[in-house]
């Protein structure tokens, strides 16, 4: 499975932004992210057919994750973004059934993709 996010990019406090992540495939999708000196912290899940949804509540009402399986792409749009939002985001697959928070349920990873939000 490859997995390939992009769409980061520096953007004011209050602002929105919209990554995106290409991949194929009958898996439950999620998005991570890791600050500087920080853990990767889990973000969003969904579902393989999008009908379920799981977000980490500090993110919960401002990030909205979708998949649209036609064109193997899964968005997480980022609304009322904050400073402390700034970190290097990652999309995950996991062969599994069930929306999980933790970093070793997912078994493939893409490359990172950065967000800086400036104050």
């Known amino acids: 499975v490859q997995l390939q996010a992009f769409g980061g990019g520096l953007v004011q406090a209050g602002g929105s932004l919209r990554l995106s992540c290409a991949a194929s495939g009958r898996y439950t999708m999620a998005w991570f992210r890791q600050a500087p000196g920080k853990e990767r912290e889990f973000v969003a899940a969904?579902?393989?057919?999008?009908?379920?949804?799981y977000y980490a509540d500090s993110v919960k009402d401002r990030f909205f994750i979708s998949r649209d399986n036609a064109q193997n792409m899964v968005p997480l749009q980022m609304n009322r973004l904050k400073p402390e939002d700034t970190a290097v985001y990652y999309c995950a697959a996991r062969s599994g059934g069930g929306l999980r928070y933790q970093v070793r349920e997912y078994d493939y990873w893409g490359q990172g993709t950065l967000v800086t939000v400036s104050s």
């Open positions: 969904i579902s393989w057919m999008g009908g379920s949804t």
